[in-house]
């Protein structure tokens, strides 16, 4: 396993596999890498074969964290990091640090944003205004350093995986969008490199998440007819802030491709909702 740091050795790397055709495959994290990363990586393994190059890339990316966010306390650890892609076989780790990214110098300063202006309105955007300029930005970047032919996202963030996949259809990148499904641990939470802030009885609270998906889940089963969104966010606010440190950021029902907010909540419609457990934002979404 090749560790790169710079985008010009990537960006060489890329171009060699590209001339002897070598089918690449590329998994954007932020690294602290967890069950939940490597199955992605299993899957960019399977869509490119045992032949194939694997590329994890770990960045944690500035320009999507608020100033107000995790940005300095994001947890990092990229030995243990480089030692679970080595396990899991991936071909090259992408470590670049920011100043290959995001050059501050003077006249070569980093100037140029990508914006998807739909499907990122809403949710994750409604407490975190410029993220998903973040991400696309950081996305579109790492497309043109790696040349992936497939990349994989995790159906995790689904908001995030939506807006990559209209990004990558509309500014025509040559990548092929997997979405894997959401790895949860046993007792159902969502699996999350922010679990690690979890301490003591937090961890037993932030399963609120995943017990308000099953709730709706019941409701759907043995209320008759659609349900009112809006009963529903009533009732589920108060079920999750019944969990002491719980704040709930938005719970919202949609449309699974348009992102469109539904009235009435009936099965086949798409739940996300973001939760502060003390001061750690989580998020978790399903179909119902
Ligand atoms: P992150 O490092 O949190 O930015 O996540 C990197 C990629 O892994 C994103 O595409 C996430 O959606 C995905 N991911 C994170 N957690 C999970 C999970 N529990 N299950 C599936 N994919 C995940």
């Known amino acids: 396993m090749r560790m790169v740091t710079s985008v010009r050795a990537m960006q060489r790397l890329a171009l060699d596999w590209k001339r002897s055709s070598v089918r690449v495959g590329f998994v954007p994290t932020m690294g602290y890498l967890h069950a939940g990363h490597m199955s992605l990586v299993r899957q960019a393994r399977q869509l490119v074969g045992p032949s194939g190059k694997v590329v994890v890339s770990i960045y944690v990316n500035p320009t999507q964290f608020g100033p107000r966010e995790d940005f300095s306390k994001y947890p990092r650890d990229l030995t243990r990091d480089s030692r679970a892609c080595r396990k899991e076989r991936v071909d090259v780790v992408f470590a670049p640090a920011d100043e290959e990214m995001y050059p501050q110098d003077g006249r070569s300063q980093f100037s140029t944003y990508v914006t998807e202006e739909t499907l990122s309105i809403g949710m994750e955007s409604v407490s975190r205004r410029t993220h998903f300029?973040?991400?696309?930005?950081?996305?579109?970047?790492?497309f043109n350093i790696v040349q992936p032919d497939f990349a994989v996202f995790g159906a995790k963030d689904y908001q995030q995986a939506a807006v990559i996949q209209r990004m990558t259809r509309d500014l025509n990148f040559p990548v092929r969008i997997a979405v894997a499904p959401t790895y949860r641990e046993p007792d159902g939470l969502a699996m999350s490199s922010r679990n690690k802030y979890l301490e003591g009885n937090l961890r037993t609270q932030a399963l609120v998440l995943w017990r308000a998906i099953q709730r709706v889940r019941v409701a759907l089963k043995t209320r008759s007819g659609a349900l009112s969104a809006q009963r529903l966010k009533t009732?589920?606010?108060?079920?999750?802030?019944?969990?002491?440190?719980?704040?709930l950021d938005y719970v919202e029902f949609f449309n699974p491709v348009t992102l469109l907010p539904t009235l009435k909540v009936s099965s086949g419609a798409h739940m996300a909702l973001a939760v502060f457990i003390g001061r750690t934002r989580l998020i978790d979404n399903a179909r119902l």
Do not use: C, D, N, Q
């Open 133 to 142: 300029r973040g991400v696309t930005t950081v996305v579109a970047k790492l």
């Open 235 to 247: 009732e589920l606010k108060s079920f999750i802030e019944h969990e002491p440190a719980a704040k």
